[in-house]
């Protein structure tokens, strides 16, 4: 013997001098549950090749992408934000928070920013924006963000973040 996905439907028959009496229809449906769970292999496969791509074309793209979180932690970044802000690896700005590199001419214009895209859950349009690099260099950056979700966590993503001058990425 072998196993099998079935569908099992039971009607109580309509009453008469027996009431204990039911009809039940079971249909083998394991052609059907192959076939869906074949469909979804199919789809995850396609949903885990395109997270790759996207990942690869993230980590190529000659701007800085970087990802906040909800705090404005550094969570995420890409290759050329690690060349745009002067450090060698991500462990050197991860959950350092972008206000901390952010000069204090542009702290408030970088707050009202944070709040917009965790308060009010809107993207930012492109502005100027002076950062510090971690060599105490101050660089100025157009910078553009949308709230996204990550790791099922409210952030966000800095789609834009392009250095001028000397320190482009």
């Not at 204990?20 to 549950?33: E, G, K, N």
């Not at 050329?80 to 462990?91: E, P, T, V």
Request: charged share 25%.
């Amino acid at each position: 013997g072998h196993e099998i996905n079935v569908e099992i439907t039971m009607e109580q028959l309509p009453a008469g001098p027996r009431t204990d009496r039911l009809v039940a229809i079971i249909r083998d449906v394991t052609r059907r549950t192959v076939a869906q769970q074949e469909k979804d292999m199919k789809a995850q496969n396609l949903v885990s090749e395109s997270q790759k791509r996207y990942q690869r074309l993230v980590e190529l793209c000659p701007d800085a992408i970087l990802v906040q979180s909800h705090e404005g932690n550094l969570i995420y970044i890409n290759n050329s934000g690690l060349r745009l802000l002067g450090a060698s690896q991500a462990q050197d700005l991860m959950d350092k928070n972008l206000l901390e590199l952010t000069h204090s001419d542009d702290i408030e214009i970088a707050k009202k920013r944070h709040q917009r895209l965790f308060k009010e859950r809107l993207e930012t349009s492109p502005a100027e924006i002076k950062l510090v690099r971690l060599d105490g260099k101050t660089i100025v950056v157009q910078a553009a963000s949308v709230p996204i979700s990550y790791q099922g966590k409210p952030a966000a993503h800095p789609g834009v973040l392009r250095g001028k001058g000397e320190f482009q990425p």
